[in-house]
């Protein structure tokens, strides 16, 4: 295959009130024609720098391309003019953006936003670009494309608003497609329909991807070829299955290593550690500093790149003819260590028969979105979570996991039903001493590291809060030596406790949002989506803190998610929501080894997993169509629009909720 796009060399810097911070630091690509080339790497590695240099999108007054060269079809794009960037991008090479959100102009219909792009770059009149418009959205899978180009990006949900952002990328036929984490904002199940289309347009056209992520399961779905990047660097590239079966770099072991498939069980293999800042770049290897096993030479040279095939080169140290032989498990094994989780250490027995710490009966949270519309977020839920266990609660975004998590905390008041925490109610009239109680026995790490800290208080104070509402230390002495003592639990140290949170990496703000929670010394904590906003290096190090925490304090969590594969590390029984109802109910190994509900089914079918052989034999359980609205579900079974085992039954019964096989539970009218 011929090389459609090649990079040689190429430097970016970026210039700040604190100095020149040096993103992209000689990176050298090339992408053949019919090729997907995944790039890999933790946040600020310089992934997306390098794409939106390709496409020329940086912005003007603070960046600059300051070597190298970006050969496309043979012209070099970094001498090219901005009149003659406009002539390439979208016709020759476009770009799907992460957010669908914010890629899209709200005040303009999606018909017109698609239309755009083809009367710019293609000599068409209006009647045939609308033509071209409703073909492009059947393409890209969305029903109804005769009315619906007329409809706005609000109107769509989130799975539709990323497949009009793809058609928009498509419109002109571009030779190239860049696609800069596609896929991360959009739950399992849809992102499972967007890799699936991208594989078939690609067919279809004969497009070359480029795709950014951070999501190895999404590399071994959708890559030929992998790229790794870390501080500004390529460190690895290869085929998909030499990255992920032969991996040479270190900073590969610990990307695989981080990330739990289905089988996982233990401890992760976090990273430790951040990356380095890019104002004063290290000498040498710049993974020495997070890497237990790095060589002398690795703080003082920079490794060149070694061969190891015709398709295969890494830059470590560790291939040099004198290095000590080192495997990936010596890397791994120092880190790796079987954790049992105190639910079934306690007396072992199974989580369901320990004492019931928090109960949910019959629990429904309405909200009133217009005067004759109510939104049934949370519809008639009931489940116990046991002391010491961690219960995980999965499901589509809008199914209501996080209200119900908010209610349960007393965010929201109730609309009907009962919780109950240590057999006393949750909701109702309390007076304030009893609040104070309820508030320092359970607490919420939040999702957003940064949106919960308030951006003008010390860490110090954030973490201290708490303890002087409760009147936790009768001295500032005894303050200060617990809000240090819980920075060091967390993983952070004194020096910290002065600084701010914007001066921290998302990673560290959630450490930061940890310590808080712990401070009151709670019982229960609830935590919402605390890691998808985090890398997967980041993510495996929360997650073993969480775990050594439970174990240390005997916690109990209720852990929310949309990563099913996390999910299951860390939980000892899982509920499954769908549209504000719970579907199935049972311990973490049951449900992933037999699921029984269909949409359970379809929900793991669709995790990816960071393995290729797997990825490309799967068969995936593609759900049709998007979650009903709550405002207005389904009669009977909520499932069935988008169930292919629905009979006439589950559009007239609402399904009862029993016990198929010994503590496994399921509403489904096929048991």
């Known amino acids: 295959m011929d090389k459609l796009l090649e990079i040689n060399n190429l430097h970016v810097s970026f210039q700040t009130y604190a100095g020149k911070v040096q993103a992209v630091r000689g990176v050298n690509l090339y992408l053949k024609k019919g090729e997907t080339l995944a790039i890999v790497g933790e946040s600020g590695s310089g992934k997306s720098v390098t794409s939106k240099s390709i496409m020329k999108l940086l912005p ?33 090479i476009s770009m ?41 959205l059947k393409l890209v899978g969305i029903p109804n494309p005769e009315q619906r180009v007329n409809q706005y990006p609000h109107q769509f949900s989130g799975g539709m608003r990323q497949r009009v952002v793809i058609a928009i990328a498509l419109a002109c036929n571009p030779r190239m497609v860049i696609a800069d984490e596609p896929t991360t904002a959009l739950d399992v199940t849809i992102q499972a329909q967007i890799l699936d289309l991208m594989k078939d347009i690609q067919k279809k056209m004969d497009t070359s991807i480029i795709i950014i992520t951070h999501d190895l399961g999404v590399v071994a779905n959708i890559a030929d070829r992998v790229a790794v990047m870390y501080a500004g660097k390529i460190i690895e590239t290869g085929t998909v299955e030499e990255v992920f079966y032969n991996p040479q770099h270190p900073y590969t072991w610990g990307l695989l290593g981080s990330m739990p498939n289905l089988e996982t069980k233990g401890e992760l293999a976090a990273i430790p550690g951040t990356p380095p800042d890019l104002l004063h770049p290290p000498t040498g290897d710049a993974f020495a500093e997070r890497n237990e096993h790095a060589l002398k030479i690795d703080y003082l040279r920079e490794p060149p790149m070694y061969k190891i095939s015709e398709t295969h080169y890494a830059a470590t140290w560790l291939l040099h003819g004198k290095a000590p032989k080192m495997e990936r498990s010596d890397f791994l094994r120092k880190k790796i260590k079987v954790v049992e989780s105190p639910a079934t ?16 009966k019959n629990l429904k949270k309405y909200f009133k979105t217009g005067k004759n519309e109510v939104l049934k977020a ?3 839920v009931s489940f116990t979570i046991y002391k010491g266990e961690t219960l995980g609660l999965v499901g589509e975004s809008g199914c209501g996991k996080s209200t119900t998590g908010r209610t349960l905390m007393r965010l929201y008041d109730v609309t009907d039903g009962e919780v109950l925490f240590q057999r006393e109610q949750v909701h109702g009239k309390k007076n304030l001493s009893q609040l104070k109680q309820f508030n320092r026995k359970v607490q919420m790490i939040f999702q957003d590291p940064y949106s919960s800290l308030n951006p003008r208080k010390t860490v110090a104070d954030i973490i201290a809060e708490g303890i002087d509402i409760h009147g936790l230390a009768a001295t500032k002495e005894e303050r200060q030596k617990k809000v240090f003592r819980l920075l060091e639990t967390v993983g952070l140290n004194k020096s910290h406790a002065n600084r701010y949170p914007h001066e921290f990496s998302g990673g560290q703000r959630q450490r930061i949002g940890i310590a808080r929670a712990l401070a009151v010394e709670p019982e229960f904590i609830i935590a919402d989506e605390p890691i998808s906003a985090l890398d997967v290096s980041i993510q495996a190090q929360v997650v073993n803190l969480m775990k050594r925490l439970q174990k240390e304090k005997e916690l109990t969590y209720l852990f929310i998610a949309h990563d099913l594969s996390m999910v299951k590390h860390i939980s000892d029984r899982v509920g499954v929501m769908y549209l504000g109802g719970i579907v199935e109910l049972a311990t973490s190994d049951d449900l992933y080894e037999e699921p029984l509900h269909p949409y359970t089914q379809a929900l793991l079918s669709a995790v990816p997993v960071p393995d ?17 609205s709550p405002s207005n579900p389904p009669s009977g079974c909520r499932f069935r629009t988008r169930c292919s085992m629905a009979t006439d039954t589950c559009a007239q019964v609402t399904p009862i909720w029993k016990e198929a096989k010994p503590n496994h539970w399921v509403a489904c009218h096929l048991f």
């Open 60 to 92: 003007n007054k603070t960046a600059q391309i300051e070597e190298g060269e970006i050969l496309f079809e043979g012209k070099n794009l970094v001498n090219l003019s901005e009149k003659e960037m406009e002539k390439i991008r979208g016709s020759e």
């Open 96 to 136: 799907i953006f992460q957010d669908p959100m914010t890629a899209l102009n709200p005040t303009m219909t999606v018909g017109k936003q698609i239309a755009e792009s083809i009367m710019t770059h293609q000599k068409l009149n209006k009647q045939q670009a609308q033509q071209r418009t409703v073909d492009l």
């Open 378 to 380: 949370v519809d008639d």
């Open 345 to 360: 250490k306690q007396n072992e027995k199974a989580p369901f028969q320990q004492e019931p710490l928090m109960e949910i």
């Open 612 to 628: 290729p052989d797997i990825e490309k034999k799967r068969n995936r359980i593609i759900l049709s169509g998007d979650l009903p």
